[in-house]
């Protein structure tokens, strides 16, 4: 089964928490048929992202108003609880959604969010920044349950 | 007695940023119409003061997250004309070609994602991908193309950080911008189908007797060069933008709203002006695209923005395939000294042309800025458009009315978090006041 783990963010602030975790698994040594990519906008990046993944985990800076750098594990259905930090409404939500609807949606998707703390300065928080690695775990533990045939499926949720 | 309504519409949806619209109406008559936009204002303007001019297309970038390349291109042109840059013709043409790239995600992100939904009477375009899922593919692939070009001149998509002071910090290998050009090639075919369909839903009619304002190139259809003309005899270099043009303060607004200085009236920016204006210079597959839908542009009409924004992504396939296909030579690289001087530019923004004017010290440190955003200048037009709307949104349901204002002022495809410093509806109806017998 190939599992794609996908960080999602920009640059700025702790936005870019996403993106650190996939850097740090690209480096490291991954299970066969782990994949890790970077996605900066879910729309239209995110598609692409799924394109050919049985499973997906993705990995995204999120605010619940818990403490920064907590790492929450959610399924897509979720995600409606959490306020979109896209202004036009086309956040990770929309996208998966988008995905289902066009037949791009991987059998099971499951996310990494790791609690934002900032998102003003171009440096990540330091206690986000501290969660990398545990998000990273994380993210790798989901993928090899997913592999095993554990996980939740993302159609239903 | 008077009887008040008032309706609640939430923020509107599928526009950047945060606004509201406050409407009161006594019968027939409407009293109050304001277009509150209460997004945060930024400060864009102050924080580059006595920064150095070459951070400016970095910081420039963060004002928007769909038209970055915009307001690069007014702050960097701005500085050019400030410090005398000579602009080599392959940058000039590279230029081009990114800018390209931008109208093509901004148009097919505000034609699919945002306007769609309403001329197929659906919530979003999820629910269109259901339906229609052939176009929304096609409008994904062709937008991704848009993005592609973005990452190839500007390092990434999202704040790209490609541009500086005379050029670009890396210019394309020959093999990069052939392997573009193999993609867009069979790429401007699937913008046709996609206006085609367009061309094909009820999308509404709401013609309006508007002054239109865009850029005039004397050979090419208008982006990063141009004198500011306008359907009423405008004719005005960049510099001389605040000659004809002026922003006033409106208490409901962290938004400046702009008017045509001589005559006081609103005016309207973006894609219809730009087709409207620029005719003569639309390439030959623009052209006929615009032939097809010749009766949409017999006059302004901001409902048919889609089908101007549909022929603008053939244009600007055309246009990057144009410069792809010149195969200029490598740029040199940029000789920019840095002086005491002013700058004006104007360059047209997906919305509608993009003002930067700044000054800089001998050194080359920001003294001043001023930035006048598409939005701003579209804001003053936008609630004379609800105006004239506004018995009609008083004639039907109060959902539907909603709806109505809402895909109206989607028209404009607002960028309301660019032009602070926009939407909640409230519509109040008030009985006419008693007559004394």
């Known amino acids: 089964m ?27 040594v991954l299970p066969e048929d782990v994949v890790v990519l970077r996605c900066a906008r879910p729309l239209p990046d995110l598609l692409d992202a799924l394109d050919g993944a049985d499973a997906a985990v993705l990995v995204d800076a999120a605010r619940t108003g818990g ?22 409404g086309l956040g990770v939500a929309q996208a998966l959604a988008l995905a289902v609807a066009l037949g791009r949606a991987p059998a099971r998707v499951e996310l990494v969010a790791i609690e934002a703390g900032q998102m003003q300065s171009d440096v990540l928080s330091p206690a ?23 996980g939740e499926a993302a159609r239903d949720a | 007695m008077t009887e008040r309504r008032t309706i609640e519409v939430g923020a509107i949806a599928r526009v950047e940023g945060e606004g509201a619209l406050h409407l009161v109406l006594e019968g027939d ?6 277009l509150e936009i209460y997004e945060p204002p930024r400060f864009f303007e102050a924080l580059a003061r006595g920064r150095r001019a070459d951070e400016l297309p970095d910081l420039m970038a963060r004002i928007c997250g769909i038209c970055p390349v915009a307001y690069q291109m007014s702050a960097v042109h701005a500085i050019e004309a400030a410090w005398g840059v000579a602009i080599d013709p392959g940058v000039r043409a590279l230029r081009r070609l990114y800018y390209a790239g931008e109208w093509i995600e901004s148009h097919l992100l505000h034609m699919m994602f945002l ?24 409008a994904l692939r062709l937008r991704k193309l848009g993005n592609r070009i973005l990452i190839l001149l500007g390092g990434r998509s999202v704040n790209p950080v490609g541009v500086r002071i005379g050029g670009f910090h890396r210019i394309p290998t020959r093999a990069e911008l052939r392997a573009l050009a193999d993609e867009l090639r069979p790429a401007r075919a699937e913008a046709e189908l996609l206006l085609h369909w367009f061309a094909s839903l009820p999308v509404p009619s709401r013609p309006q007797d508007v002054e239109l304002v865009s850029l005039r190139h004397a050979s090419e259809y208008p982006m990063n060069e141009g004198r500011i003309v306008s359907s009423r005899g405008i004719d005005v270099a960049a510099a001389e933008f605040e000659t004809a043009f002026e922003e006033v303060q409106v208490p409901h607004s962290t938004a400046l709203h702009a008017r045509n200085r ?40 901001p409902a048919a923005s889609v089908f101007a924004r549909g022929i603008e992504v053939i244009q600007a396939m055309d246009d990057a395939l144009a ?8 740029p040199a690289e940029p000789q920019a000294v840095p002086r005491a001087g002013i700058g004006h530019a104007v360059t047209e923004a997906p919305r509608g042309i993009l003002y930067v004017s700044l000054e800089t010290d001998a050194a080359g440190d920001v003294q001043r800025l001023r930035i006048v955003p598409p939005t701003s200048q579209n804001q003053a037009q936008i609630e004379a458009d609800l105006r004239a709307l506004a018995p009609r949104i008083l004639a039907i349901p109060e959902d539907e009315g909603r709806r109505l204002a809402e895909a109206a002022i989607r028209d404009y495809d607002p960028c309301i978090s660019c032009a602070t410093h926009f939407l909640t509806v409230t519509v109040e109806r008030r009985e006419p006041p008693c007559e004394s017998t």
């Open chain 2, 262 to 301: 001589a005559t006081g009236t609103p005016y309207l920016v973006g894609p219809i002006a730009r087709v409207m204006g620029n005719l003569d210079h639309l390439s030959p597959a623009a052209a006929a695209a615009h032939a097809s839908l010749a009766e949409r542009f017999a006059s302004p009409d």
């Open chain 1, 128 to 150: 986000v920044a501290a969660s990398i690695g545990a998000a990273a775990d994380a993210a790798l533990q989901i993928a090899r349950e997913m592999q095993d045939g554990g």
């Open chain 1, 67 to 88: 403490a920064p750098g907590s790492i929450h594990r959610l399924r897509p259905g979720d995600l409606a609880r959490l306020r979109s930090p896209s202004s036009h």
């Open chain 2, 29 to 34: 008559r409407v009293v109050d119409l304001r």
């Open chain 1, 2 to 28: 190939r599992v794609h783990v996908i960080g999602i963010g920009t640059a700025h602030a702790d936005d870019a928490v996403g993106l650190a975790v996939a850097d740090l698994l690209a480096a490291s």
């Open chain 2, 323 to 330: 410069v792809l296909d010149a195969d200029l030579p490598p």
């Open chain 2, 115 to 138: 306007a769609a939904p309403d001329f197929l009477g659906l919530d979003d375009a999820m629910q269109i991908a259901q339906r229609h899922r052939n176009q929304v593919e096609r």
